[in-house]
């Protein structure tokens, strides 16, 4: 008779019912690659009265997570509740009981896998979360198998389906950011508090992933560079259709001379730039290799098929692994020591768009602030905003970001000046 492989999952909404799901509808497929009947016995929410997106068939719903954790069958536990606490401590309880734990959480990863893959290994148990980066893109396995033998250069990617959503529907459909933040909740794409998603706190923490699993190093959330959508005005978007870009909430990690800088923010790409075509919910990653050189990883980076894919192929991982009996060991074992990249090694165009008092002599001011600080402009826009100001759009030349932020910081003492936007833009 087939072994049996018995889940419990944590969380029974956007993910968990797509794991269901699929554990469900692909359960023949599932039991021949792994040779288990991988079922879920115990699923927590916190309102057992809650109507469910599937029926509650052949397990239970409870309120109580030690119905789960304290459960000898239960030997996987799949968190999907999100937030920290208490998923941190559910998790943490879940290994020291020697259950192997898949979590789509990149909040918890970001800020604690250091912690959660120690206890894993202390445990011989599998912690998987191939679900935390961009859905249902297999990228976390492609970067750690697919290229380990590369020495990766640089990871570029839109990595939040929530924001890429909003600013595909704001440009091509004309709507209102609060408009279709509401599309993208009710579609289920968002956090619990789309605030992570606008203000590219999400994004910046799934570069925190990459950034671990690509280059070995522990960034800091606090050291990303992190800036979100709100401020992208609908005049930032008619520029960059002008200027043959598009806008995108775009997350880097390159690495150079052994050290890292990564970041998140809106980033202007030209309009023939792979990345620049990758609507909606969708997200892609763009991996530089110093030998592969450049590949793109490309599909739907949330919702709740799309992601549970992801999860239940980590649930698929930790059954092989269960069969060969070679739990236990981390998703990722490449470390390297962690340094940032100082300002004047980061180099980039930028786009900017400045406010200022029309008036005779302002232009020639902050042609001079920019010059003192070595900062070329390769594109000029100027145009009346009304009787008494004036847009005025610049492109740089490649500078470095602490010329760039030189520049800033004189422009933020003239009242006259207003820095409305800052965008890198990328070329080729
Ligand atoms: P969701 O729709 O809000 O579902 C959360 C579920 O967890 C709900 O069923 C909720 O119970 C349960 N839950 C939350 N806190 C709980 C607590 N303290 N005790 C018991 N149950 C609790 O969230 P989601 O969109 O599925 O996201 C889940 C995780 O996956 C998050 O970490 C998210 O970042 C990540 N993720 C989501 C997506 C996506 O597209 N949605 C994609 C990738 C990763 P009730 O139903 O009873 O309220
Ligand atoms: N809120 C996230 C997003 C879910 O929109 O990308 C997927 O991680």
Redo the contacts with the bound molecule.
């Keep these: 008779m087939e072994a049996k492989l018995k889940v419990g999952i944590?969380?029974?909404?956007?993910?968990?019912?797509?794991v269901i799901h699929i554990l469900e509808e692909h359960a023949e497929k599932i039991s021949q690659i792994t040779g288990y009947q991988v079922s879920v016995k115990k699923?927590?929410?916190?309102?057992?009265e809650?109507n469910?997106r599937y029926e509650t068939k052949g397990f239970s719903l409870t309120?109580e997570?030690t119905d789960i954790l304290d459960d000898p069958e239960i030997s996987v536990v799949v968190?999907?509740?999100?937030?920290i606490e208490?998923?941190r401590e559910y998790i943490l309880q879940a290994l020291k009981a020697g259950k192997h734990v898949v979590?789509?959480?990149?909040?918890?990863i970001a800020l604690h896998g250091d912690e959660l893959i120690a206890v894993a290994q202390a445990n011989k148990c599998d912690l998987f979360y191939e679900?935390?980066?961009a859905?249902g893109i297999p990228i976390l396995r492609t970067i750690v198998n697919g290229l380990a033998a590369d020495k990766i250069q640089k990871v570029m990617g839109i990595v939040n389906?929530t924001t890429n959503f909003m600013l595909t529907k704001m440009k091509t459909e004309k709507r209102t950011y609060e408009d279709v933040l509401k599309e993208a909740q009710d579609l289920?794409?968002?956090?619990?508090d789309p605030t992570?998603d606008v203000d590219g706190i999400?994004a910046a923490r799934k570069m925190v992933i990459l950034t671990r699993l690509a280059f070995g190093m522990n960034v800091d959330l606090a050291d990303v560079d992190t800036v979100g959508i709100r401020g992208i005005a609908p005049r930032d978007m008619e520029v960059a259709e002008q200027l043959k870009y598009v806008i995108k909430l775009v997350g880097t990690a390159e690495e150079k001379n052994g050290s890292v800088a990564v970041s998140v923010g809106p980033v202007l790409l030209p309009k023939y730039h792979p990345m620049a075509g990758v609507n909606n919910?969708n997200n892609a990653v763009f991996v530089t290799g110093a030998a592969a050189g450049e590949t793109m990883y490309y599909g739907p980076?949330?919702?709740?098929l799309?992601?549970a894919t992801?999860?239940v192929s980590d649930i698929i991982t930790v059954a092989k692994n269960s069969k060969l009996g070679t739990n236990g060991n981390a998703f990722n074992s490449y470390q390297h020591d962690t340094k940032q990249t100082s300002p004047d090694e980061i180099f980039s165009k930028y786009y900017m768009r400045i406010v200022m008092d029309d008036k005779t002599g302002t232009f020639l001011k902050l042609t001079q602030i920019f010059a003192e600080a070595g900062v070329g402009f390769d594109k000029i826009l100027q145009e009346p905003l009304d009787d008494y100001t004036a847009t005025v759009v610049v492109v740089t030349h490649v500078t470095s970001k602490a010329q760039l932020e030189q520049a800033i910081s004189r422009v933020e003492l003239e009242p006259q000046m207003q820095m409305q936007a800052k965008y890198q833009v990328v070329e080729g």
Excluded: H, I, Y
């Excluded at 968190?79 to 937030?83: Q, T």
């Excluded at 289920?188 to 619990?192: C, D, L, Q, T, V």
């Design positions: 944590l969380g029974f909404g956007t993910v968990g019912s797509g699923v927590l929410v916190r309102d057992l809650k469910r309120t997570p968190e999907v509740m999100g937030s208490p998923a979590t789509a959480n990149k909040d918890l679900a935390s980066v859905g389906g289920g794409f968002a956090e619990a992570s999400d919910e980076g949330a919702g709740e799309p992601t992801s999860v």
